[in-house]
């Protein structure tokens, strides 16, 4: 009994931004509806609506308004959603490869895990959004707004983010291999000493600080990169590494600075502690 209830059908009515009826009919639920009509959700009303992995390839929600919704595990890639509002919705795991997503809203989002690789996303705005392990790869995030995002452990290799703006993002873990940072803003930026792509552009960005011996350590660094650099920034260039990174934080990058001195201070703890064997051996 309970399943020929499931299978009964309903009238369902949606409406778009303007309270216009765009689909209207008998359903099995909701989401068929939508499914079923997805080529005519341009501006379509469907805030909160629970759309938990939903098939959306290649709808067109231009200018629909998703604000708070549940697309947890949705199947948006290819769609198009080109000033789309998604504010503080569901979007974990969700699948939004080749969509395109030009000045699109979706501030205060969960995207943890979502797909986003090739997505176009020139100027979408993605400010406080959780963006954890997310695909970025080959995105195109020119002038993206991406403040005060976690994009810890997030993919963003060979993507395009020429003049996006970064201020106050978690980094930590992020993978930028082959990405283009060209004019990003990179203030009040977090845990983002491991990255080598972004440790260059900093360097890019503020080159008038440095001398000529300074020069000559950076470009050690951009050749061995900055985990091996770490490791023998000890035995060499200390006094100039320590004058690099006073400069950067002079300019609001103090991370380097303290990584630095917390590798002084170990290292001179192993020492002691050394000595003190060879003491007592």
């Known amino acids: 009994m309970s399943r020929l209830r499931e299978r009964e059908q309903m009238k369902v009515e949606i409406i778009n931004i303007f309270n216009e009826v765009i689909i209207e009919g008998e359903y099995v639920s909701i989401k068929e509806a939508i499914e079923k009509n997805?080529?005519?959700?341009?501006?379509?009303?469907?805030?909160?609506?629970?759309?938990?992995?939903?098939?959306?390839?290649?709808?067109?929600?231009?200018?629909?308004?998703?604000?708070?919704?549940?697309?947890?595990?949705?199947?948006?890639?290819?769609?198009?959603?080109?000033?789309?509002?998604?504010?503080?919705?569901?979007?974990?795991?969700?699948?939004?490869?080749?969509?395109?997503?030009?000045?699109?809203?979706?501030?205060?989002?969960?995207?943890?895990?979502?797909?986003?690789?090739?997505?176009?996303?020139?100027?979408?705005?993605?400010k406080g959004a959780n963006l954890e392990m997310a695909n970025f790869e080959n995105a195109n995030l020119k002038c993206a707004?991406?403040?005060?995002?976690?994009?810890?452990?997030?993919?963003?290799?060979?993507?395009?983010?020429?003049?996006?703006?970064?201020?106050?993002?978690?980094?930590?873990?992020?993978?930028?291999s082959g990405a283009y940072l060209r004019d990003v803003n990179l203030k009040g930026i977090k845990n983002y000493t491991k990255s080598?792509?972004?440790?260059?552009?900093?360097?890019?960005?503020?080159?008038?600080?440095?001398?000529?011996?300074?020069?000559?350590?950076?470009?050690?660094?951009?050749?061995?990169?900055?985990?091996l650099y770490m490791n023998i920034i000890l035995e060499k260039h200390k006094e100039i590494s320590l004058s690099i990174a006073q400069k950067l934080k002079s300019v609001g990058f103090d991370e380097y600075l303290k990584e630095i001195e917390d590798s002084i201070k170990d290292s001179q703890e192993i020492k002691t502690?050394?000595?003190?064997?060879?003491?007592?051996?």
């Open 196 to 227: 080598h792509e972004i440790f260059a552009e900093i360097i890019r960005q503020n080159a008038q600080l440095f001398t000529d011996e300074e020069w000559a350590v950076i470009g050690k660094v951009n050749i061995l990169g900055l985990g």
């Open 38 to 126: 997805k080529e005519k959700l341009q501006y379509a009303k469907l805030k909160k609506a629970d759309l938990q992995e939903i098939n959306l390839e290649r709808a067109n929600l231009w200018c629909a308004n998703l604000s708070d919704a549940n697309l947890k595990c949705a199947t948006l890639n290819n769609a198009y959603l080109e000033y789309a509002t998604l504010k503080y919705a569901n979007l974990t795991g969700i699948n939004l490869e080749d969509t395109i997503l030009k000045n699109a809203k979706i501030e205060g989002a969960n995207l943890k895990f979502a797909n986003l690789s090739r997505a176009f996303c020139l100027e979408a705005n993605f």
């Open 273 to 281: 502690f050394q000595k003190e064997e060879t003491y007592e051996n």
């Open 145 to 176: 707004k991406l403040e005060y995002t976690n994009l810890y452990g997030a993919k963003i290799k060979k993507a395009n983010l020429w003049y996006a703006n970064l201020e106050g993002a978690n980094l930590a873990g992020v993978k930028f």
